[in-house]
């Protein structure tokens, strides 16, 4: 998994990139951010790359990063123009998913590996609060913004999981509007001292930084209001 995630992170900082980092860059992130976070693009030909770095095929399969088609050949699995987020564990690759950058079809939006879904960290230190949000674009806005930020990605919490986040000196609360029904049962997962962030004027966290409403100080603020 490393080594596709650097393969792909190579790949987002090359000519053949150009399309992911337009669409990183109108997520409103940095270069700094989009390099520190790993950030990368897939061209399709990971199944190349691997094979030549002697990589076993069977290996990859396992890993969820190729499938084989029906002819025997191998596949990526995630395709080309997708861009992709390495999500870390004890600062080593766990996972990796990726969201098109080429197309809003929600059928075509997200790609991810052939594996168990992880959480996506975005981490500073483990020495200030957290943020818990649900996609790993809210993740990349909060890191950006100076927070720690951990994604759900559609997961449920397990006890591992929680037990981390229980970890930080505080546990912050912000699912999307959309996704309000899930609050009780994550916040009932993460304990009874995690707080609940209402009130963002948006889709969510990123797309409120994208229209420039959102700000590191106005999350402050609503994070002062927490309950």
């Not at 951010?33 to 990368?40: A, F, P, R, S, V």
């Not at 969820?64 to 995630?78: H, K, Y």
């Amino acid at each position: 998994l490393t080594l596709a995630a650097r393969y792909y992170a190579r790949l987002l900082r090359s000519p053949a990139g150009e399309p992911g980092m337009a669409y990183a860059r109108n997520r409103g992130w940095t270069d700094e951010t989009i390099k520190q976070l790993g950030l990368g693009y897939s061209d399709g030909h990971l199944a190349e790359h691997l094979q030549e770095e002697d990589v076993s095929a069977e290996i990859a399969i396992k890993a969820g990063l190729l499938s084989r088609r029906d002819d025997g050949t191998l596949a990526d699995v995630i395709p080309a123009g997708y861009l992709v987020y390495p999500h870390h564990r004890d600062k080593v690759v766990a996972y990796l998913s990726a969201r098109a950058a080429f197309t809003g079809d929600k059928e075509k939006k997200a790609r991810n590996l052939k594996a168990p879904k992880q959480l996506y960290w975005a981490l500073h230190n483990r020495n200030t609060p957290l943020t818990v949000v649900e996609g790993q674009a809210c993740a990349n806005t909060v890191w950006q913004w100076g927070h720690n930020a951990a994604a759900l990605c559609g997961t449920h919490l397990s006890e591992e999981d929680a037990e981390a986040m229980q970890a930080f000196p505080a546990v912050y609360l912000a699912l999307d509007p959309d996704a309000e029904e899930r609050i009780p049962t994550v916040a009932g997962e993460l304990g009874p001292l995690t707080m609940i962030i209402g009130g963002i004027p948006a889709r969510d966290i990123n797309d409120w930084h994208v229209q420039k409403e959102g700000t590191p100080e106005k999350l402050d603020e609503l994070r002062a209001k927490a309950k």
